[in-house]
């Protein structure tokens, strides 16, 4: 089979490191799609109406102390080492150039998304064979839409998840075909 993944890297890397010498990526032909989020272009008249020093003051840090701030998320939230997927030939690594430019979309049996904040339309939806799937990071369809392990936390859920559904036109909306609730630690970060 012919399978797609996209998503955006943090996430995405966590679940094919998870199906590292699985059967799923010896046996199947792989493209992955690590989408990078892209920033809108704020017109002058926003900067202007939302000034403040102290925004000035943070950029001016965050430019001089970028790289130990970045350090500080690595060593925070570690990126899972997926290297051994150089070692497949099956495998490939596609760059994402927005939604509408992934190419041969009908030729994939399966395509599958981790984590991925754009809103996909139904005529991308309808073009893999067998639909898009969705790696959905809690429970469906308690909570939908972008950020609910950051809801789960903020309401000190007893439970967390991760859901696996098929995509639909509304968010999180198709049917669920798996799912697996994860209690959760009193007084957890987000991450764990």
């Known amino acids: 089979m012919k399978i797609g993944f996209l998503g955006y890297p943090e996430f995405l890397k966590k679940v094919i490191f998870n199906l590292r010498g699985s059967t799923f990526l010896l046996e199947n032909e792989i493209d992955i799609i690590f989408a990078v989020p892209v920033k809108k272009k704020k017109k002058i008249t926003w ?4 000034f403040s020093f102290d925004k000035v003051i943070y950029l001016i840090d965050s430019f001089f102390y970028r790289n130990q701030i970045s ?16 070692s497949l030939p099956n495998i490939k690594i596609l760059p994402y ?50 950020y609910p392990t950051y809801v789960d936390a903020y309401l000190s859920n007893a439970y967390s998840g991760v859901s696996i559904h098929v995509m639909a036109e509304g968010w999180d909306t198709g049917p669920v075909l798996e799912k697996k609730m994860i209690p959760t630690m009193e007084n957890a970060s987000n991450s764990e």
């Open 47 to 50: 900067y202007i109406s939302n």
């Open 71 to 86: 350090n500080l998320i690595n060593e925070i939230f570690p990126s899972p080492d997926i290297s051994f997927i150089q």
């Open 97 to 146: 150039k927005g939604l509408e430019n992934i190419s041969n979309m009908e030729g994939y049996d399966y395509f599958i998304v981790a984590s991925f904040g754009e809103k996909i339309p139904m005529n991308i939806i309808e073009k893999p064979k067998n639909k898009i799937l969705n790696i959905h990071p809690s429970h469906l369809p308690e909570l939908r839409g972008g």
